[in-house]
């Protein structure tokens, strides 16, 4: 292990981003000081001696990657960037959490340039590191050659408080312990205070002897605020242990060096102007200048700017020197890098006629992963210890697993999440982020509830994690309501660039496939069933992939029953009761809304049209179905515990009784008289 060599810039560096925080967080009168002038120490060391990254190419895909999961010690985060000389200026911190400014309230990626991953929600982050992580042990696995350690990076991670009493981020530690992750540092701010005060009011476990348990190694740093030997001795230890993750405790005072350093004052709220101007004295720097950076700040942040563009130079050398060994290999790699699928892909996916065999939609997953996972390697799929009732373990495919364990190797596509539903989930956006992989995991539709905290940020991180949500409505049946999910999916259906499959037949669902692998900044969950559905005597993957169309259709028609999923067949079935009697009907199937919402208006309105009543249909709360129909039907409430087909006998959810509510509707409004418009006819649309 390499000794540590003070530099002179270290001081004036640590003091500058002390400084530059708390004028980043008084200029916007709003933000975290606290924790960034208490963490300016490890900041500086690890990125000054240890982070391999290049500013200039913020993607440059064997970079060391940061997580801020503590996000709202953000300001920490920015002033870094931009003394690295990342895409952002010093009018950029000056326009912290000021409106359409790079520098928003909490870590955005995309947004901002450096940021991996979006943190603000406590523990979130930490399991993005987790997923990270994962990602980088299975690519340099299947990609790594002797002489060619192409992909070695690490992934470090600052968390506080706040991330390890969430559960989100113990789940993802336990996993990572049994994992043995030695390429994942989690560099613990021990400094006692969360917003109430004190962690003593509600957090005084052993958080070391806790990760121990897990099968981490954990180091600790008494001196946080100033000893930078012991917090470079603590990284260099941590990056030698090759098959565990780690912890570093480092204890620090929140705050250092403010009037109210050590206390909870500090933590969310702006330093007074004197109280910045005596911090600025202190540590040497100019009292009267705010947003002060001197010139050996810069130098030093610098030469780490042109370490790492030597690096990447270097790496490209050796990717180069690869492909001429391995060129298959390197074909391979650089089409993931890229993020292209490979060529043809699409026509790998299951068509069915109406004359196959009923199957549950789950079984249909099964069929298109099974069909996928030869053309498409990228695919890194998991089930939170349901497999064999997901159906996601593609036969013959190795588990991602430690090697020690004898239960497969890191270059294995299917990961035991365990029950471990929110930490699942923000490992896959982890996994995502890093690139070159598509994640999809998998758990009841019930259960994804438990993962909305991870499913929200994938949604607005664009990040490709496909959920194999199966077991989605009453037909689960005897189970009962604990485990079916009645208002999951409007929950779902309402988030913005969320895309929610209910696959109605086979060709729905590879049609949601298709849709979801070509969405390279859309997260899907596909909505599955346990029980059998019939095949479709009209659907198509190329109609189903507009996310709706005309399923059966008639002319001058009195009444149009849309519906999705296993219930699709249903109003198949009354459709043909009420055209029996002389009542027109049309069926349309729904299957995806946020998709059938971006076809052209045309199209849409040739769908749920104007003309006659349209009636919507699903076994699950009607909530937001009245965007497009006139009237709803489904479930007033939970579900019953039962075989699934006396369930929905019980819940009139039969085509004998759609059948009966049809006509209900087609007679209330001839009574009522006038012209039916079509429900998807807006003054404006958002």
């Not at 892909?345 to 079984?363: F, G, H, I, M, N």
């Not at 490709?464 to 689960?476: E, F, K, M, Y």
């Not at 009907?585 to 045309?602: A, G, H, M, Y």
Request: aromatic share 8%; hydrophobic share 40%; with cysteine.
């Amino acid at each position: 292990m390499s000794s540590f060599t003070p530099a002179q810039s270290d001081d004036v560096s640590v003091a500058t981003i002390r400084a530059l925080a708390a004028d980043v967080v008084t200029k916007a009168n709003s933000g975290h000081p606290g924790a960034p002038m208490g963490m300016a120490p490890v900041a500086h060391v690890l990125y000054s001696r240890f982070m391999n990254i290049n500013p200039k190419n913020s993607k440059w895909f064997n970079r060391d990657r940061f997580v801020l999961s503590n996000g709202h010690a953000c300001a920490l985060q920015y002033v870094l960037l931009h003394l690295l000389g990342y895409k952002l200026s010093m009018d950029d911190l000056k326009a912290f959490r000021q409106l359409d400014s790079l520098t928003p309230g909490h870590p955005e990626a995309g947004h901002t340039d450096g940021i991996e991953v979006t943190t603000g929600p406590l523990g979130q982050g930490f399991g993005n590191g987790v997923g990270l992580a994962i990602a980088q042990a299975h690519l340099g696995a299947v990609f790594n050659k002797p002489g060619f350690e192409l992909i070695n990076n690490f992934t470090y991670v600052f968390s506080g408080d706040g991330c390890l009493m969430e559960g989100v981020a113990s789940e993802a530690a336990s996993l990572a312990g049994h994992l043995q992750l030695g390429n994942l540092i989690v560099i613990y701010d021990d400094n006692h205070i969360s917003i109430d005060g004190d962690t003593a009011v509600a957090f005084t476990e052993n958080v070391g002897q806790r990760f121990l348990s897990y099968g981490w190694q954990v180091l600790h740093v008494d001196n946080g605020d100033s000893d930078f030997r012991a917090i470079y001795n603590a990284i260099a230890e941590a990056k030698l242990e090759k098959s565990k993750p780690t912890l570093i405790c480092l204890k620090t005072t929140i705050g250092f060096g403010s009037k109210q350093q050590g206390t909870h004052g500090v933590h969310g709220s702006p330093l007074k102007a004197d109280d910045i101007q005596a911090l600025k004295t202190k540590f040497g720097l100019p009292a009267d200048k705010s947003f002060f950076v001197p010139p050996a700040t810069y130098d030093a942040y610098a030469d780490i700017g042109k370490r790492g563009a030597s690096l990447e130079a270097q790496w490209n050398s050796l990717l180069g020197e690869y492909g001429q060994k391995y060129p298959k290999e390197h074909g391979e790699l650089t089409r993931r890098i890229s993020g292209e699928l490979p060529t043809n892909w699409e026509q790998c996916l299951p068509v069915y006629k109406s004359t196959d065999a009923a199957q549950a939609s789950r079984k249909l997953s099964e069929i298109v992963l099974t069909a996928l996972a030869p053309v498409l390697p990228e695919l890194l799929g998991g089930s939170a210890d349901l497999t064999g009732s997901n159906l996601t373990k593609v036969k013959g495919s190795v588990d991602f697993q430690p090697p020690s364990t004898g239960l497969g190797n890191y270059a294995g596509t299917y990961i035991r999440y365990g029950v471990r539903e929110h930490g699942m989930g923000a490992i896959a956006n982890g996994i995502h982020a890093y690139g070159g992989i598509i994640p999809y995991v998998a758990t009841f539709l019930n259960f994804v509830s438990y993962a909305a905290g991870a499913v929200r940020l994938s949604a607005l991180s664009g990040h490709q994690v496909i959920w194999v949500a199966t077991h989605d409505s009453i037909g689960l049946g005897e189970d009962g309501p604990t485990h079916q999910p009645i208002e999951t999916a409007i929950h779902f259906r309402s988030t913005p660039n969320l895309a929610f499959w209910r696959p109605a037949d086979g060709n729905e669902t590879s049609a949601a496939y298709l849709v979801a692998l070509k969405s390279k900044k859309t997260p899907s969950i596909l909505s599955l069933s346990r029980q059998n559905l019939p095949n479709l005597e009209a659907s198509s993957i190329e109609k189903a992939a507009k996310g709706g169309y005309v399923v059966h259709e008639v002319e001058s028609e009195d009444l149009t029953i849309v519906s999705a999923g296993s219930e699709v067949s249903i109003a198949l079935e009354a459709a043909a009761k009420l055209n029996a009697e002389g009542v027109k009907t049309r069926v349309v199937s729904l299957p995806c809304w946020l998709v059938f919402d971006k076809q052209p208006e045309e199209y849409r309105l040739s769908v749920l049209r104007s003309g006659a009543p349209i009636l919507s249909l699903e076994a699950l709360s009607t909530a937001g179905w009245s965007k497009y129909s006139h009237e709803q039907y489904g479930l007033p409430a939970w579900g019953a515990s039962g075989p699934y087909q006396k369930v929905y006998e019980k819940f009139g959810i039969t085509g004998s009784n759609i059948a009966v509510v049809g006509k209900k509707v087609v007679d209330f409004y001839k009574q009522k008289g006038g012209p039916v418009v079509s429900p998807l006819v807006k003054a404006f649309t958002l």
